[in-house]
């Protein structure tokens, strides 16, 4: 009976290792958040005390004493869950190294002018197999052009467990026109694909006790690459309870065969796959400034907001932004002054490819932040018809060490781009461009802007009311 036992529970272990991708959030958890063990290691301790003591009332006392046990385990778990992610913003400023400049590094021609929701269009307009959809997008340089790449993949639950991923597209983010180019190649594993062929599944048997940051892809000599930045734990130990602090462990380096390698942060800076390419990861950059709030303690983060930065989202626009400089690829976030203010307090640049941080600190200065310049495009046409239009991607664009926030006025229904405008961040002066002719003047600094007397502005905000009108006027013959 005793080897039965013993043989039942080799195979229920040998099973559990074997399916153990499917177990990893769970396992994750735990090992992000030792705290969490720790309390239920200290609440057993006491729950095994206290019940081998001898009670007078034995049976008042075990009811008692079983709630009273149950109410200081989740009291215990309560604590040890906060205490597991309220730790990691408090000690994470402690070690990064912010490093202070005084300018902004220039921007080069590579500057992404398509917002991704035209690119999808135009991606997904251009798709012609039946069995595949677009999956996720990222940004990366290919070719030494910002593009936005989707992956192909099954569409459809049953097509998962039959079908491989088809390729990518590829959409050249530095065009305003429509373009893309589909690279089809079966990938032998990739992403949503089920179940042994699935990305994550071959992904954590190589490597379990990390996360994952958002897959890209590279399309380099004819090849596909798929690209998996993975974040690391480091154990550090605070008044005798264990914490970890993530940290970049490396990335995974997939290719179309299915061939997995993985790098080291600087392994990855010798591959001549990801040369001039991204490398740190995205949701890392970001984590790493949102610490900086909580550099002052926790009281000064919930109470007192003493030199406290927030950083500012719009819509679905969430930071870093990739930016190309003359100095590389860098993570470009601003942030604004804790509460109602959406001027920007300190500008975060960090290296994509090394991680390097580096801050610039703006001391008595006034720039307009990205939330507060979309309401000056629109205050600066008044004609448009905003109901029609909206407002996508507010970049960053650094000339002459001056910051402007590039601006995307789209059709609500993405079929294209109507024009781009560059606000300065210092005077709030938009200038409005739609050719690629001016926008490369522009950023090349031989653009002339020719400036409009009033009784010109007049003439043109009548001629577009007349275009209007008669717009109004065909419908209704049609409609007629």
């Known amino acids: ?129 039946a069995q595949y959809k677009l999956g996720p997008e990222n940004i ?28 990518i597209v590829i959409v050249d983010a530095t065009k305003q026109e429509k373009n893309s180019k589909i690279i089809e190649k079966d990938l032998e594993i990739g992403q949503e694909m089920q179940i042994f062929d699935n990305l994550y599944w071959n992904l954590y048997k190589e490597k379990y006790f990390v996360d994952f940051d958002d897959v890209y892809y590279i399309y380099k000599n004819g090849e596909i690459y798929t690209i998996v930045p993975a974040i690391g734990y480091k154990y550090k130990l605070y008044y005798g309870l264990l914490y970890t602090l993530p940290e970049f462990e490396g990335l995974f380096i997939v290719d179309s065969a299915g061939k997995i390698n993985f790098l080291k942060p600087e392994q990855a800076l010798k591959s001549k796959i990801l040369e001039g390419n991204r490398i ?79 801050l610039l ?40 060490n001056t910051l402007y926030w590039k601006v995307v006025v789209i059709p609500f229904d993405s079929a294209g781009i109507a024009y781009q405008a560059f606000v300065n961040a210092k005077t709030n002066e938009v200038i409005e461009l739609k050719t690629n002719e001016d926008i490369l003047n522009f950023m090349t600094e031989t653009y002339k802007e020719t400036k409009k007397t009033e009784e010109q502005r007049k003439e043109e905000i009548i001629e577009q009311i007349k275009k209007k009108i008669r717009e109004i006027e065909d419908l209704l013959k049609k409609l007629k």
């Open 140 to 167: 990366v340089n290919i070719n030494n052009s910002l593009s936005w790449v989707f992956p192909l993949i099954p569409d459809g639950d049953l097509l998962k467990f039959l079908i491989k991923n088809k390729g």
């Open 280 to 358: 740190f990861p995205e949701n890392l950059a970001r984590l790493y400034v949102e610490s900086y709030a909580f550099k002052n303690g926790l009281i000064n983060y919930f109470f007192i907001h003493k030199d406290q930065t927030e950083i500012q989202d719009i819509d679905f626009n969430r930071q870093p932004f990739l930016l190309d400089t003359k100095e590389g690829l860098k993570w470009f976030i601003s942030t604004e002054p804790y509460g109602a203010s959406h001027g920007i307090f300190k500008i975060f640049i960090i290296d994509a490819r090394t991680g390097k941080i580096e």
């Open 1 to 129: 009976m005793n080897i039965k036992k013993i043989l039942l529970c080799f195979f229920a272990i040998l099973i559990i290792y074997f399916f153990r991708p499917w177990f990893h959030p769970v396992a994750i958890y735990f090992y992000k958040n030792p705290a969490i063990i720790e309390v239920v290691l200290i609440w057993a301790v006491i729950y095994f005390f206290f019940s081998r003591r001898k009670m007078k009332n034995k049976e008042l006392t075990i009811n008692i004493f079983k709630s009273t046990t149950v109410i200081l385990l989740f009291f215990l778990l309560l604590f040890a869950s906060f205490f597991s992610n309220i730790i990691v913003f408090l000690e994470l400023p402690k070690t990064l190294k912010f490093n202070d400049i005084q300018t902004l590094p220039e921007s080069t021609k590579n500057l992404r002018l398509m917002p991704m929701s035209v690119a999808y269009r135009y991606a997904k307009d251009s798709l012609q197999l």
């Open 361 to 400: 600190e703006l001391p008595g200065m006034t720039l307009t932040g990205p939330v507060k310049a979309t309401d000056f495009v629109r205050q600066n046409n008044p004609i448009v018809d905003w109901s029609r239009f909206k407002l996508a991607e507010p970049l960053p664009f650094f000339k002459n």
